[in-house]
């Protein structure tokens, strides 16, 4: 089992451009989240979503979208880049809300 | 305000050395508290997880305790390696929210031959 991947693992934008992150999970997980790491401060929820076709914001989703169109993946979207969302983003699942959650290698996110 | 907030910010030791890190937390209503083992570049990989009625649980040389009484929690390592060089987070779920985990910012570790 591969786990948890991302893609891509870094990526350099220019402000006002658009991205979207894959997150994919081979473990049949219902809940899949997005996760921010600033350095200094803990990681912090952007989107979730409880199973397929659901989705959900989390603490800071301003300037995210999100999409899990499929059960094994999910998609988070910027817009319109900006240099404070410069970060290490995370992607993670778990079977149940309050279970163990398994994390992806993260993206690397330069926005200049 | 809920919050968790780890001490040290950061600690060097020598191979071979125990060590213990702390966590203190205003999270309320408490649903559980994990801790989190991340080598810099990784995603973090949990090490245990604690409901409030368990006061210790190990993993290998991970030993986390918890006092809820207090709201405090500790992770020893016992008979450091050098890949415990590492961040460690400890992670309080809420017990009304299904899926907001706080987060720590973190203690790194560093283990010196």
């Known amino acids: 089992n591969a786990g948890v991947t991302q893609t891509p693992k870094f990526r350099v934008l220019k402000t006002g451009q658009s991205m979207t992150l894959l997150c994919a999970q081979d473990m049949n997980h219902e809940y899949m989240y997005w996760y921010r790491q600033d350095p200094g401060m803990g990681l912090r929820l952007i989107h979730y979503?409880?199973?397929?076709?659901?989705?959900a914001k989390g603490e800071v989703p301003d300037g995210y979208n999100v999409s899990r169109l499929k059960k094994q993946n999910f998609l988070l979207g910027l817009e319109s880049a900006a240099p404070s969302q410069t970060s290490v983003y995370f992607c993670a699942s778990s079977s149940l809300a309050q279970e163990t959650q398994y994390f992806g290698p993260g993206t690397r996110l330069l926005v200049l | 305000k809920n919050q968790v907030e780890q001490s040290p910010q950061s600690l060097i030791i020598l191979e071979g050395k125990n060590c213990t890190l702390q966590c203190n937390y205003t999270v309320s209503p408490f649903s559980n508290l994990r801790w989190y083992k991340q080598d810099t570049g990784r995603g973090p990989v949990s090490l245990t997880i604690?409901?409030?009625s368990e006061n210790t649980k190990s993993n290998g040389r991970y030993t986390a305790t918890l006092d809820a009484d207090t709201k405090q929690s500790s992770l020893h390592i016992t008979a450091s390696q050098l890949s415990d060089s590492a961040s460690y987070i400890c992670v309080v779920s809420r017990h009304d929210s299904n899926y907001q985990l706080i987060w720590g910012a973190g203690t790194k570790l560093i283990i010196k031959p």
């Open positions: 979503s409880v199973g397929e076709g659901t989705t």
């Open positions: 604690m409901t409030f």
